[in-house]
């Protein structure tokens, strides 16, 4: 099982990001997918993650409207498009998978996750 995540880097604040998340090694279609982010000193937690389908969608507070989750079941990958990026977007990134229709917002429902990818945005 692999989930590996790419297209992290260095920002301005106001520019856009577009991370990836390419999973193998089990039915990608079969499982809920979410982004994280862990921030130095901070506790990791949900920024975005949707269903099976991608047609169920959900954010935290501190992103809604700005980052939209979505996936391709037949690349068996997950997006994570963000725009508007501001410096306390800066974090580490991790996509993870949930063996579930719908996931939580709780990191204890994903049992794979990828090895993290680092945004940074400047002011």
């Known amino acids: 099982v692999q989930l590996q995540a790419s297209g992290g880097g260095l920002v301005q604040a106001g520019g856009s990001l577009r991370l990836s998340c390419a999973a193998s090694?089990?039915?990608?279609?079969?499982?809920?997918m979410g982004w994280f982010r862990q921030a130095p000193g901070k506790e990791r937690e949900c920024v975005g993650r949707?269903?099976?389908?991608?047609?169920?969608?959900d954010y935290a507070d501190s992103v809604k409207g700005r980052f939209t989750i979505s996936r391709d079941n037949a690349k068996n990958t997950v997006y994570l498009q963000m725009n508007s990026l501001k410096p306390e977007d800066t974090a580490v990134y991790y996509c993870?998978?949930?063996?579930?229709?719908?996931?939580?917002?709780?990191?204890?429902?994903?049992?794979?996750w990828g090895q993290g990818t680092l945004v940074t945005v400047s002011s």
């Open positions: 993870a998978a949930a063996p579930v229709y719908i996931s939580g917002r709780n990191s204890g429902e994903y049992v794979y």
């Open positions: 090694g089990f039915m990608f279609s079969n499982y809920a």
């Open positions: 949707c269903n099976w389908t991608g047609g169920s969608t």
